[in-house]
């Protein structure tokens, strides 16, 4: 029988060590789980030394624990189905169940297969010692690192619940925020949808009938200029469909290819920030999403340096992702993080004062998400008034271009029928 050093954690998340002896590695595991303990490291014990503790995220795995591979399939979890999983998840650890007890239920529950056969794959882990983090970190395409590393830190601190908790807030309110912005643009796309479609029909096939009756019935003479402008549009349309196409598809193929450059991505994402009529929308969604994300790290314990590195690959903007970038250097290097908050000439003052203010009170993660608040409230708002806007502007656009049409092509018949008139 060996012996086994071990380390776990108690149900109130407290670091707990001692010795245990057993058979073999997988039923020190179980023994320790009787004990209501979570494994988070089980080592060997072997002439008054200890084995190199073999976790999941090293080179070397001991045999009882799997190499979690990524099924092509796991790429399908929606964010609003992970919102809801972590919702559970953070309400069964709060009343009080064991980790891995609450895995297995939300494993039974659970209907999405690529989100179910992950839990099943975090629950192996978990059993065979890796931490609830490491676990989640073998899924990378469903729990990014901002999500692996909150549920680090509520590891660490213990207060897994009350993290788990904030992240269900974050994803909620993101959530929140991209329903509303989804249901405000419904309206719009499908009057512009139509009106491209009533426009395609009319320059492909109702206009080319004009054209030859005009052919016929003017005998040669010229016709207005607004009707040739049309005319000319439409035969384009119609004869040279398969260069348009081309010519559209190039352009977002080009855009693609740039959005994979780090430098054609800053340039898209400038040009996104100064977007007439969408661009103060995405600053303020982009600027809200840089606050919270950053204050729902630092209230759970992370580590600025860490959290503005997490930040910097979460923030969704290439502009702002840069500019965390020198806020974390000048934070490394001493500074408050105001003054190059300020420097990097991304952020409004408001934004600055209130993060000046938070350092200078010690309450930065309040302000932080106080200023995510603020900034949702301004989406909301700015998705309304954008939406009041555009709803006539799209009606004014469909009558003017329809209009137009119409008008170029009784030109001619005003034209013909006063001519046979005189006759």
């Known amino acids: 029988m060996a012996r086994y050093k071990f380390t776990a954690l108690d149900p109130k998340g407290k670091e707990v060590h001692g010795e245990i002896e057993s058979d073999s590695q997988s039923q020190a595991v179980a023994r320790i789980r009787e004990k209501q303990?979570?494994?988070?490291?089980?080592?060997?014990?072997?002439?008054?030394?200890?084995?190199?503790?073999?976790?999941?995220?090293?080179?070397?795995?001991s045999a009882l624990q799997m190499e979690l591979r990524l099924p092509k399939f796991l790429q399908g979890v929606k964010s609003k189905q992970l919102t809801t999983f972590t919702r559970q998840m953070s309400t069964l650890v709060s009343a009080g169940l064991p980790l891995m007890r609450a895995l297995r239920v939300l494993q039974r529950q659970e209907k999405n297969p690529a989100l179910r056969d992950a839990v099943v794959q975090m629950a192996e882990s978990i059993e065979s010692g890796s931490t609830f983090a490491e676990a989640l970190a073998a899924h990378p395409k469903i729990f990014d690192r901002l999500f692996v590393n909150m549920v680090k830190?509520?590891?660490?601190g213990g207060v897994l619940e009350v993290v788990l908790a904030r992240l269900a807030e974050f994803q909620e309110k993101a959530e929140k925020i991209k329903g509303k912005v989804k249901s405000a643009m419904t309206y719009p796309i499908v009057v512009l949808v139509m009106a491209l479609s009533i426009l395609t029909f009319l320059m492909t096939y109702i206009v080319p009938k004009f054209a030859d009756i005009f052919a016929d019935l003017m005998g040669g003479k010229g016709m207005p200029m607004l009707t040739q402008m049309v005319m000319s549009a439409s035969s384009t349309m119609v004869q040279r469909f398969p260069v348009v196409l081309g010519v559209i598809v190039a352009i977002v193929v080009i855009v693609k290819l740039l959005?994979?450059?780090?430098?054609?991505?800053y340039l898209i994402d400038k040009f996104k920030l100064h977007a007439p009529v969408f661009g103060t929308l995405i600053s303020k969604n982009s600027i809200s999403r840089f606050t919270r994300t950053l204050g729902t790290l630092m209230s759970a314990g992370v580590p600025v340096l860490q959290a503005l590195n997490i930040v910097k690959e979460t923030v969704g903007n290439e502009v702002i992702s840069r500019a965390v970038t020198l806020i974390h250097d000048a934070v490394k290097e001493g500074e408050n993080m105001a003054p190059p908050i300020a420097a990097?000439?991304?952020?409004?003052?408001?934004?600055?004062?209130?993060?000046?203010?938070?350092?200078?009170?010690?309450?930065?993660?309040?302000?932080?998400?106080k200023i995510a608040d603020s900034y949702d409230d301004d989406v909301d708002n700015a998705v309304a008034a954008m939406t009041s806007i555009i709803e006539p502007l799209l009606i004014i656009f469909l009558a003017v271009v329809v209009g137009t049409i119409v008008i170029a092509l009784f030109?001619?018949?005003?034209?013909i029928i006063g001519g046979l008139s005189g006759a």
Do not use: C, I, N, Y
Request: glycine share 14%.
């Open 37 to 61: 303990l979570f494994p988070t490291k089980v080592e060997e014990l072997a002439g008054g030394g200890a084995v190199a503790p073999r976790r999941s995220g090293g080179k070397g795995k």
């Open 153 to 156: 830190a509520g590891e660490l």
């Open 259 to 265: 959005a994979k450059t780090t430098q054609g991505r």
């Open 411 to 415: 030109m001619p018949l005003v034209s």
């Open 344 to 369: 990097s000439k991304v952020f409004p003052p408001m934004v600055v004062s209130m993060v000046e203010v938070g350092e200078e009170t010690g309450a930065l993660p309040d302000m932080l998400m």
